[in-house]
């Protein structure tokens, strides 16, 4: 299996704030790696598709980068509705897995 | 619009099994080239990919799970379900649907107690 490891676990922020979360895959991916945000008892939101490419109708102070191994969500001016949880997501091989999650916090 | 919903119960008993089903409209999961899964998140925690299947009925399972797990299609009426057997209460969770990889249903919380 791939594992996706995901740092910070948490962190805290202000608004306004540039903020970078990382994942970490133990084995090359391309770019088949997601974004998501989760809200509080609501379902995970895809944010970014292939490393870098935004979801229609997300905002552009999100972007991605990275291919192979590292991968980086940057949200360039956090706003107060971007606290939330992040987690990516490796699409590459079975089993699909996640990141374990960051809580941005404020 | 393309909408998912996850229908089931929301109490299991241990050793029982839980089964859901995920209607989807907007789409027809017959034609569709995408593929179909279930992704479940124990209450507090994380997110962990249950299996998947595609338009064909061919699907992949999480290696974790796949010795209790059924994922199958039914085109008839664009639903697709999950079967889990001998459930714990580790298998409490939120279980979603989704069209791989977005976007997913609202979420289901089942869980297993006596």
């Given at each position: ?38 809200k ?28 192979g ?38 | ?50 299996g ?40 409490t969770?939120?279980y ?12 289901i ?6």
């Amino acid at each position: 299996d791939i594992q996706m490891t995901q740092s910070p676990s948490s962190l805290s922020a202000s608004v306004g704030d540039r903020v970078t979360i990382t994942c970490r895959a133990s084995q090359a991916i391309s770019n088949d790696l997601g974004w998501y945000q989760q809200k509080p008892g609501k379902a995970p939101k895809r944010l970014l598709y292939a490393a870098f490419y935004l979801q229609s109708g997300v905002p552009s102070r999100f972007s991605g980068s990275g291919s192979g191994t590292e991968f980086t969500l940057t949200i360039s001016s956090l706003q107060p509705e971007d606290f939330a949880t992040y987690y990516c997501l490796q699409h590459n091989s079975y089993p699909l897995t996640f990141g374990g999650g960051t809580k941005v916090e404020i | 619009q393309l909408q998912l919903q996850e229908s089931g119960p929301g109490l299991v008993k241990p050793s029982e099994t839980l089964s859901l089903t995920c209607t989807v409209s907007g789409d027809s999961i017959s034609s569709s080239s995408y593929k179909w899964g279930w992704i479940r998140q124990p209450p507090g925690k994380g997110l962990e990919w249950i299996g998947g299947i595609n338009y064909g009925g061919t699907s992949q399972y999480n290696p974790s799970l796949k010795s209790r797990i059924t994922i199958s299609l039914d085109t008839s009426k664009n639903q697709f379900s999950l079967k889990l057997t001998s459930v714990t209460a580790a298998d409490t969770a939120v279980y979603y649907c989704a069209r791989l990889y977005d976007p997913w249903g609202q979420g289901i919380l089942v869980t297993v107690s006596s």
